[in-house]
């Protein structure tokens, strides 16, 4: 790595199908992201809802891959695909990082419930970004916690499609990370 790179931290991106995964890293990745984007097709009609995302036509079917330098910080992001039939991936992705950024969307909140059910399983420390869309009926922090049953979590709002609203929510995960990291080193 060249002098001026001070660290490097691997992150994941989560969510349910469709949250805006692959479009946040997109937005904040200086290479070009690497993709798995496989064409949407009659076969998961009724399967995959696209309520409210109707003009969704492809989907992740492995990872999202791209890297952001923040000061002198390399953050390397893996997005994970949506659907749970692409789960067995998860071990990998999440192998070596510090933390995950849950993307959710409040129009469709039930389907987060599997994916922090299989965050848990990772221990690793996260933020909920709650992704806005043009129709997402807003609610105060405490109000998301509490439907997703997660008092203690730290809730953020961004827009994916947006470089800076995506760079604001990894400082905040990377923030969070960090501090977790601090208070299990003093643990020891
Ligand atoms: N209005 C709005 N649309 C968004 C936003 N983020 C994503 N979208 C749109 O929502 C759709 C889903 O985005 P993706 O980035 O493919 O979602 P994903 O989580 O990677 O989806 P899977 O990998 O299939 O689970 C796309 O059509 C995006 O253009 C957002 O912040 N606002
Ligand atoms: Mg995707």
């Known amino acids: 790595m060249p002098d001026t790179v001070g660290g490097a931290a691997k992150l994941l991106v989560v969510g349910a199908f469709g949250v805006g995964k692959t479009t ?8 070009r992201p690497l993709r798995t984007e496989e064409p949407m097709t009659v076969a998961s009609v009724g399967v995959d809802s696209l309520e409210g995302i109707e003009n969704k036509t492809t ?3 492995a990872l999202d891959f791209g890297r952001v330098t923040l000061g002198d910080t390399v953050l390397y992001l893996f997005g994970s695909p949506g659907q749970q039939r692409f789960w067995s991936l998860w071990d990998g ?13 409040l129009r469709r909140l039930d389907d987060s419930f599997a994916v922090l059910d299989q965050l848990d399983t990772t221990l690793l420390p996260y933020v909920v970004a709650i992704n806005v869309f043009p129709d997402t009926q807003l609610y105060a922090d405490d109000e998301v916690r509490q439907a997703l049953a997660l008092p203690e979590a730290v809730v953020l709002h961004c827009d994916a499609r947006h470089r800076r609203s995506s760079v604001d929510a990894l400082i905040t995960l990377v923030s969070h990370a960090l501090t977790c990291l601090d208070a299990a080193e003093a643990r020891i």
């Open 24 to 31: 946040l890293i997109g937005s904040v990745s200086e290479i």
């Open 59 to 61: 989907t992740t079917v």
């Open 93 to 105: 992705l999440a192998q070596g990082a510090i933390g995950a950024l849950v993307l959710v969307d």
